[in-house]
């Protein structure tokens, strides 16, 4: 039996985690959040990890609030550096190997020729895209046996963008939203069963794993109204007219949708579109 230890199991790609492993008899899951383990805690991981001894680590903990990463940078390095970097020399001292997860963000997203492969050059431009590069490079340094796959724009169960819009459904007719920024929105499940697919093929290293398809945030809205019976129209605005509305918030990058080259080249690991995978998430939220 192969014991997989997950941390940061009460998110989204956590409970999509729980749902696949729970299902199959080959594996034993062991669910850990902030609760039982604080991951920035390096004796505290060290010691749990060498308590369970698990075979695969699957790193889903992480500090996902993009403008709070922007506020709070310290904790933001501690959840998302130094948290997988703690995991990655508890990794190695118990031969486990380690799945962690990063984000289209630490791409800067400036120039929008074509969706980033594995090899592109990096260049965040806000501290949650720093920060998680950071904990991307902690695991190289200190993992032997690591998948490293960075996904974009997740949504699962709990709170994210497909929620939001469908709350702001309830009692609006319209609403505005960001047209300018590309992306691959990505439902947990399809990431988790990615995942779960990838891990036992040892081919270790770094993947893009995101839904395959591009669109703009107002794209996505749209989408969700329809498939949903949402009668709320999308007033399309710039990034510009965003930030001016609210000052505070992080940079995000214009045009951060990836290849998922390394699946396509050295795996039969494939992503759904991500206007089936939409629909399926939404069948099982609204029926
Ligand atoms: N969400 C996205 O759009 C998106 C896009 C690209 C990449 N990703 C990456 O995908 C991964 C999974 O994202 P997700 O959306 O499933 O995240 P999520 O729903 O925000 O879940 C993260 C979990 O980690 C927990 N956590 C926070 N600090 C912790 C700590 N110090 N020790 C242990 N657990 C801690 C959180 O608890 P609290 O809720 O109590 O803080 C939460 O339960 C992350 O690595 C994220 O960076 C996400």
């Given at each position: 039996?192969t014991k997989?230890?997950v941390?940061?199991?009460?998110?989204?790609l956590?409970?999509?985690?729980k749902k696949?492993?729970?299902?199959?008899?080959?594996?034993s899951?062991?669910?850990?959040?902030?609760g039982e383990?604080?991951?920035t805690?390096?004796?505290?991981?060290?010691?749990?990890?060498s308590?369970?001894?698990?075979?695969?680590?699957?790193?889903c903990?992480a500090a996902?609030?993009?403008?709070?990463?922007?506020k709070?940078?310290?904790?933001?390095?501690?959840?998302?550096?130094?948290?997988?970097?703690?995991?990655?020399?508890?990794?190695k001292s118990?031969?486990?190997e380690?799945?962690?997860?990063?984000?289209d963000?630490?791409?800067?997203?400036?120039?929008?020729?074509?969706?980033?492969?594995?090899?592109d050059?990096v260049?965040p431009?806000s501290?949650?895209?720093?920060?998680k590069?950071a904990?991307?490079?902690?695991?190289?340094?200190?993992?032997?046996k690591?998948y490293?796959?960075?996904?974009?724009?997740?949504?699962?169960?709990?709170?994210?963008?497909?929620k939001?819009?469908?709350?702001?459904?309830?009692?609006?007719d319209?609403v505005?939203?960001?047209?300018?920024?590309?992306?691959?929105?990505?439902?947990a499940?399809?990431l988790?069963?990615?995942?779960y697919?990838?891990?036992?093929t040892?081919?270790y290293g770094?993947?893009?794993?995101?839904?395959?398809?591009?669109?703009?945030?107002?794209?996505f809205?749209?989408?969700?109204?329809?498939?949903?019976?949402?009668?709320?129209?999308?007033e399309?605005?710039?990034?510009?007219e965003?930030k001016?509305?609210?000052p505070e918030?992080a940079?995000?990058?214009?045009?951060?949708?990836?290849?998922?080259?390394?699946f396509r080249l050295?795996?039969?690991?494939?992503f759904?579109?991500?206007?089936d995978?939409l629909?399926?998430?939404?069948?099982?939220?609204?029926?």
């Open positions: 039996m997989v230890m941390t940061g199991c009460n998110g989204q956590g409970r999509a985690l696949l492993y729970d299902a199959d008899p080959e594996y899951y062991i669910g850990t959040d902030v383990l604080d991951i805690d390096l004796t505290a991981v060290r010691d749990y990890v308590g369970l001894m698990p075979d695969v680590i699957i790193n903990a996902t609030n993009v403008d709070g990463c922007e709070d940078t310290d904790l933001a390095y501690r959840i998302n550096a130094i948290g997988p970097r703690n995991l990655a020399i508890a990794a118990c031969g486990a380690l799945v962690h997860i990063s984000t963000y630490v791409f800067s997203g400036e120039t929008a020729e074509a969706p980033r492969n594995e090899f050059t260049g431009k501290a949650y895209g720093r920060t590069l904990g991307e490079e902690f695991v190289r340094a200190f993992a032997d690591y490293i796959i960075r996904t974009a724009w997740l949504y699962g169960e709990g709170k994210n963008f497909v939001t819009m469908l709350a702001i459904a309830e009692n609006h319209r505005s939203v960001v047209d300018d920024q590309l992306g691959n929105p990505t439902s499940m399809e988790a069963r990615a995942i697919k990838l891990v036992p040892g081919a770094l993947y893009h794993g995101t839904c395959e398809g591009i669109c703009s945030w107002a794209d809205a749209e989408e969700i109204f329809s498939l949903a019976g949402k009668n709320v129209s999308v399309r605005i710039s990034s510009e965003y001016k509305r609210f918030s940079s995000r990058p214009a045009y951060s949708a990836l290849d998922n080259m390394m050295g795996t039969d690991i494939r759904a579109g991500w206007k995978a629909r399926e998430y939404l069948v099982g939220l609204v029926g």
